[in-house]
């Protein structure tokens, strides 16, 4: 029977039911998966030469006959290993070869038989003495081939695909398997259309993805990634754009304000703005004026004003009879924000999370349903089943990429029929490669200055006597008056991790400053007693609080001007530069101490980008490009974990790919006559419908 794109891996040479079940953890269990499974890099060992010719360290594939054949069992530590060794000759010199617990050699290799090898040229500890000079050579675990498989080489002789690996499911194999789908790439339908694969010099998609599993030459590799590339973030680009259209024709509540009252909002915020929150305000004016849903992206540097910002939002809100809800990702940011709002705001505020007791839950559901504005500040117990609202004008979510897509609708749709303002906010600032994929669908407003009179916070790397000396300073500074933070990676120590506890670490420094009032915070604390540590280091009664990650958001202690980050290379770019943003907000000079778990992780490329930029986007860039979107900015955000071929750095492709998809949606709103389109944004997202 032929194999076709939707024919189950069970009907594959070599795949039983045991094999099948392996493969499903990885998502492979139709052809088609096999095929879209493309390769993590590629090894060349089209480089076909003579052992004679061979250089160290180097690629290289040989022909040649094995001379010699012998194997071993032994342990490595406790484990059992089984060694197969194999002499190879190609008539110039001798490859010495080492295969590991792969017993089916034994019946393969034998001597007089020829055979193809490739690998990476190393020395040899045996000399044969058969050749003149140093003929001999060495290769572990090379990759093999026999002369009956010539015309149709995919381990040798050529650019190898490497996959990911798992128990059971090897590179070899993943090549075996692919091959063998080829065959099924006959029915696939090109579903770009033509003028834009022409216009973009594109290769067809069946092309693309032969040609990436097993591709000639590195220009046609890189020609054929292209393609793939381009089609991902053409999704990507899609979707966004589809998202943005849907929420432009949403119905929301006007929100008006005239500059009079405006200004009067402005009067009441306890400091002055710079001019960059009075712009993104203005923006966000304009936008909630509308009768269709503002959905802007405030995104600033810890420390640039967003709170503010937001506050005026809020009153913008309230002051035209509706409600808003603001929806926090940490109780602690919740609890902060409570207090700040309850504060400025001329009406009702009130706090739900998980721990707020039946009754005032019972009257925050009626205040929700009922006609009269509040402020309602919650976290994820805002997106209970059981919360409903009405009235809804704002709705504002704090440290947006610690929420899903799902999550942010869920929070847009608890009024019927009304889609409420949405302010999405971030401290952690947004690439601009970012800016235009993942949150395409976004307004962006960017608060590029910092209010006046905030102090450079100088950052240092310290182990050993370095570190002596920062713990001196920060005994200064708390003689000074000032007051300090101390962040650890864990609560607990653990035998399987040397790390700096924040249990030891608040032990440590009570014992070395015995007269400094000392707390500890984190996550697994009861909710109470939390906050009454929050809220007496908010009042200067501690000096120096040791914390886990807790402290990442919502802590604004001006009088907090020195930190000492234990164990940092365990915290991304963005995470770091959020504690160091929890200083420096004060009229004092700050300094943010970073401490590595052991001295030579004292110069990794994570910890010195820090210590050299206090520049957020800076840090942006550098945290999407060593570790990735998902872990920099959150696996759940839409496109993230998406990408197979594409990086979210592509800046080139990501303009080329979004200027044909706005061409195509403006002429084809609905995407009627592009099915394949339609099915892949709706199957991306469950909560896009087209007419």
């Not at 060495?138 to 990759?143: K, L, N």
């Not at 216009?199 to 069946?206: A, E, K, S, V």
């Not at 599993?213 to 089609?231: C, G, I, M, T, Y």
């Not at 998202?243 to 009067?267: E, F, N, P, W």
Request: glycine share 6%.
């Amino acid at each position: 029977m032929a194999i076709t794109l939707s024919s189950p891996i069970t009907e594959l040479n070599g795949i039983g039911p045991a094999r099948a079940k392996t493969l499903e953890r990885l998502g492979i269990t139709h052809v088609r998966d096999f095929l879209f499974t493309f390769p993590r890099k590629y090894e060349d060992f089209s480089n076909h030469i003579a052992v004679k010719d061979a250089e160290l360290g180097k690629p290289a594939t040989f022909f040649g006959t094995i001379v010699k054949v012998k194997s071993s069992n032994g342990f490595y530590g406790k484990r059992r290993l089984f060694r197969i060794y194999a002499d190879i000759d190609d008539d110039t010199g001798i490859v010495h070869c080492t295969w590991f617990n792969l017993r089916f050699l034994e019946q393969k290799l034998r001597i007089g038989i020829q055979i193809y090898i490739a690998g990476t040229v190393e020395a040899s500890k045996i000399q044969s003495g058969k050749y003149m000079g140093n003929k001999d050579v060495a290769m572990r675990s090379p990759a093999f081939e026999f002369p009956s498989q010539a015309s149709d080489r995919i381990h040798t002789a050529s650019i190898v695909p490497i996959y990911s690996e798992t128990t059971g499911v090897s590179s070899r194999f993943i090549r075996y398997q692919v091959k063998q789908c080829m065959a099924a790439l006959h029915g696939m339908r090109e579903y770009m259309p033509e003028d834009i694969i022409t216009r973009n010099g594109l290769l067809h998609i069946q092309d693309a993805i032969r040609i990436s599993h097993f591709p000639a030459s590195n220009e046609e590799l890189e020609h054929a990634k292209h393609r793939l590339q381009f089609d991902e973030l053409f999704f990507l680009q899609l979707e966004a754009l589809v998202r943005r259209s849907h929420m432009q024709h949403a119905t929301s509540y006007a929100c008006k304000v005239t500059d009079g009252a405006l200004k009067k909002i402005i009067k009441t915020v306890p400091f002055e703005l710079t001019n960059a929150q009075k712009r993104v305000i203005e923006e966000i004016r304009s936008d909630m004026a509308q009768e269709h849903p503002m959905n802007r992206l405030l995104q600033g540097d810890v420390g640039s004003g967003k709170s503010a910002v937001a506050l005026v939002a809020a009153e913008i809100a309230l002051k035209n009879a509706r409600k808003v809800l603001y929806l926090a990702p940490t109780e602690l940011l919740a609890r902060q924000q409570y207090q700040s709002f309850k504060k400025q705001l001329s009406y009702p505020v009130k706090l739900l999370i998980g721990e707020t007791k039946k009754r005032e839950r019972e009257e925050i559901l009626n205040m929700l349903m009922s006609i009269d504005p509040c402020c309602i500040i919650g976290t994820h117990a805002l997106l209970q089943e059981s919360v409903h609202a009405s009235q809804v004008g704002l709705a504002i979510v704090d440290e947006q990429h610690r929420f899903g897509v799902a999550q942010r609708k869920k929070l847009l749709s608890l009024e019927k029929g009304i889609v409420p303002h949405l302010l999405s906010m971030t401290a952690t600032p947004i690439p601009r490669t970012l800016s235009l994929t993942v949150y395409g669908d976004l307004d962006v407003s960017v608060l590029d200055e910092l209010p006046k009179g905030r102090q450079p916070i100088a950052t240092h790397i310290v182990f050993g006597a370095a570190k002596d000396n920062a713990i001196i300073h920060m005994l200064e500074e708390l003689h000074a008056g000032r007051q300090a933070y101390i962040i650890a990676p864990v609560v607990e120590d653990s035998p399987k991790r040397a790390l700096k506890s924040a249990t030891n670490a608040y032990a440590e420094i009570k014992k070395l400053f015995p007269g400094i009032a000392i707390a500890l915070l984190h996550g697994q604390m009861p909710s109470m007693e939390k906050e009454s540590v929050m809220n007496n280091f908010t009042e200067g009664a501690i000096q120096v609080l040791v914390a886990t990650a807790v402290v990442e958001v919502g802590v604004n202690i001006p009088n907090a001007t020195i930190m000492m980050i234990e164990g940092a290379e365990r915290f991304g770019l963005a995470q770091l530069h959020q504690f160091r943003g929890r200083i420096g907000r004060g009229a004092h000079a700050s300094t943010c101490y970073v401490v590595p778990t052991a001295e030579n992780m004292k110069n990794t490329e994570r910890l010195k980008t820090f210590a050299q930029t206090t520049d957020g986007f800076a840090i942006a860039e550098a945290d999407l490009l060593l570790r990735g979107p998902g872990e920099a900015y959150g696996k759940e955000q839409s496109g993230f974990g998406n990408l197979k071929v594409a990086s979210l750095l592509d800046y080139k492709t990501i303009s080329l790919a979004r200027d044909e998809a706005k061409q195509i949606l403006d002429n084809d709103p609905n995407l009627k006559d592009h099915v394949v389109f339609q099915k892949k944004v709706a199957q991306k997202n469950a909560l896009i419908h087209f007419e």
